[in-house]
């Protein structure tokens, strides 16, 4: 609204709270209480924003192990469509339970599995 009335673009706190005051007075009818979220509803906003931040790295660390396959081992592309699948994670993520084996065992132990 403000862009309307001072087309400059400038901010300026005195014109703001004209504005403000002129808004409060022409339209008091329009206007309603502001009624704050409830306890559960910011903890399930906070959720929701976790989550979206989880799913984000997640696509962030596909995208980067994708990146990094087309460039040293392309055929792991062709042999997994899709890098978001259990075998998948067993096979890149899992590589501390795997022990003492070498990658290719645990790569081959996993497709067996």
């Given at each position: ?8 673009g ?5 014109r703001?709270?004209?504005l403000l005051?002129d ?12 009624v ?5 509803t910011?903890?399930?906003q ?8 989880l799913?984000?790295e ?8 994708t ?11 062709d ?6 699948t ?22 081959a ?5």
């Open positions: 609204m403000r862009e309307a009335l001072y087309p400059s400038a901010k300026d706190d005195p703001d709270a004209d005051l808004v409060l007075q022409q339209h008091r009818d329009k206007l309603r209480r502001l704050p979220d409830t306890e559960a910011r903890r399930v906070n959720l929701v924003e976790e989550r979206r931040k799913v984000d997640k696509t962030e660390q596909t995208n980067r192990l990146s990094h396959l087309k460039i040293y081992f392309p055929q792991m592309l042999w997994f469509k899709q890098l978001d259990e075998l998948c994670r067993r096979i890149f993520c899992n590589s501390s339970s795997v022990g003492q084996r070498s990658k290719s065992a645990s790569i132990v996993a497709i067996k599995n």
